[in-house]
């Protein structure tokens, strides 16, 4: 039996998950958490085989989140889930030390596969993301800029590039605005840009973001 802990805070997300989890008898859900923070804790009272992370959340984001949760739990397999696809989000990932990386508009299959796979001990991310990886490092014509930003710092974007306030993201995260507003000039330091408007039109221009999700 493979125990999971599901990790969204999104109760909506975390009920559909689970539906679709309960459908394979191999699986078991032993908790869920909504919060980073909640995870964290979670497997250092708990040890799951697999927990599978939302991203993007309030507070201690999912990179952060599967970090920590590896420093002191290295056997337990991290699967992230995201909404974006392009890189350097799936690299950032991967190099958090997840063992996985599927989007959240996978099918059930898909997600089976993936606990299945990094179970038996092998890395698993879906076969068009690892192609874009693969034909962006071949593609030495174009630089990703973002690759430079920090984890923080991509989180803090994302949330820019949606339209959410400075202290709308200071609440969410659980830090100050004056805080998020220094991470964000460094951010715009980094990236060569001058504000919101042209953070977004270099994510969307990196197809790092899609006009809808701007």
Same mark, same amino acid.
């Given at each position: ?16 998950? %689970?539906?679709?989890?309960?459908a394979e008898t191999s699986f078991k859900v032993i ?7 909640? !995870?964290? /804790?979670? $497997? %250092?009272? &708990? ?12 507070? +201690?984001?999912? @990179? ?9 739990? =290295? ?5 992230? @889930? ?6 350097? #989000?799936?690299?950032?990932? +991967? &190099? ?7 989007? /959240? ?5 898909? +997600?089976? %596969?993936?606990?299945? &796979?990094? $179970? !038996?001990?092998?890395?698993?991310? !879906? =076969?068009? *993301? !690892?192609?874009? #990886?693969? @034909? ?5 014509n174009e630089s990703d800029p973002f690759k430079q ?8 974007? *994302? ?7 400075? =202290?709308? #993201? ?6 100050? =605005? ?5 991470? %964000?000039?460094? +951010?715009?330091? /980094? ?7 042209? @953070? ?8 790092? *973001?899609?006009?809808? &999700?701007?």
């Open positions: 039996m493979i125990k999971i802990l599901l990790v969204d805070d999104h109760d909506l997300v975390r009920t559909g998950i %689970r539906l679709i989890l309960k908790g869920e958490a909504n919060s980073g923070e909640e !995870a964290v /804790k979670f $497997c %250092r009272n &708990q040890e799951p085989d697999v927990v599978l992370m939302d991203m993007n959340m309030p507070g +201690m984001g999912g @990179l952060e989140a599967t970090k920590k949760i590896l420093r002191y739990s =290295p056997d337990i397999k991290v699967i992230v @889930l995201s909404m974006y696809k392009e890189n350097p #989000i799936p690299t950032k990932v +991967m &190099q958090s030390g997840a063992w996985g990386f599927i989007t /959240k508009d996978a099918e059930s299959e898909e +997600m089976n %596969r993936a606990i299945f &796979q990094v $179970c !038996a001990g092998q890395k698993y991310i !879906a =076969p068009e *993301i !690892a192609q874009q #990886i693969a @034909l962006g490092r071949l593609d030495s930003l920090s984890d923080r710092e991509l989180q803090i974007m *994302i949330m820019l590039t949606k339209g959410i306030k400075v =202290p709308d #993201i200071a609440t969410k995260l659980s830090i100050t =605005p004056k805080t998020v507003n220094t991470y %964000r000039y460094r +951010m715009f330091e /980094k990236l060569g840009v001058t504000g919101d408007v042209e @953070l977004t039109h270099l994510a969307l221009r990196h197809k790092l *973001i899609s006009h809808e &999700q701007s």
